[in-house]
């Protein structure tokens, strides 16, 4: 039996269809509303902290990325700052993904010419690293190429559900979720499902990496009280 046939002959359960449903409408959402720098209200960070592990964990995964978005600056400033100094600076562009991301370096710019590349591309956001290089980045709700030809689900040494570039045996771990209740997913799962996420767990898009994380997230440790739901 493999993970995904489990998540099939499960998914008649209630608690964890309403979460998966509600988990992909508040993704696409929160990636609106962040690409649009809208703060997320109370009552919606609220609804998604009530909702589980996998609904932290998007939350968590788009409050990193509006933060690393308002650390910069709002596109206007950004340009104003490039006309300000009017130094030539070397730029990079880039795809930031929800596992991975993929950059190339473009040259040496000066500042109009770098504010005629972000009006060409709309969807970029800029922003200035520590040494004055210039990146532009757009944010994408999908697997990066690297993470859907290496990417893996498994348990680092803590017990902690993490994404893994190749089998966890290699410790190569690229995002932690949550700690896993051991004891309580090796009882209530199928020895077989239990291996298979020792050995790792295979994703090659978006909707194999949401399901493996719903799918395990009801042996998702309490990081207040250490406990689990099961």
């Not at 109009?112 to 060409?120: P, R």
């Not at 090659?204 to 207040?224: C, G, H, K, M, R």
């Amino acid at each position: 039996m493999s993970i995904f046939n489990l998540k099939r002959r499960m998914r008649n359960r209630w608690r964890r269809w309403r979460r998966a449903v509600w988990t992909f409408m508040a993704v696409g959402l929160l990636f609106g509303l962040a690409s649009l720098g809208m703060p997320l209200s109370e009552q919606l960070k609220e609804l998604l902290s009530d909702d589980g592990p996998v609904a932290k964990e998007t939350l968590a995964g788009i409050q990193e990325w509006t933060k690393e978005n308002a650390e910069g600056v709002s596109r206007e400033d950004f340009k104003n700052e490039l006309t300000r100094s009017r130094q030539v600076r070397i730029v990079h562009t880039g795809t930031v993904y929800v596992c991975g991301s993929e950059d190339k370096i473009v040259g040496i710019m000066k500042p109009d010419e770098i504010i005629a590349l972000m009006k060409a591309h709309p969807g970029w956001e800029g922003r200035i690293d520590p040494k004055g290089e210039v990146w532009l980045e757009e944010h994408v709700a999908e697997l990066s190429a690297a993470c859907k030809e290496k990417g893996y689900i498994g348990l680092d040494s803590n017990g902690t559900l993490s994404l893994f570039e190749g089998k966890p045996e290699k410790e190569k771990v690229m995002r932690t979720f949550f700690q896993i209740d051991i004891k309580s997913m090796e009882s209530a799962l199928p020895k077989e499902i239990v291996n298979q996420l020792h050995n790792g767990i295979r994703v090659q898009d978006l909707e194999e990496y949401n399901s493996v994380i719903s799918t395990f997230s009801d042996y998702a440790l309490d990081p207040e009280d250490g406990k689990s739901k099961h």
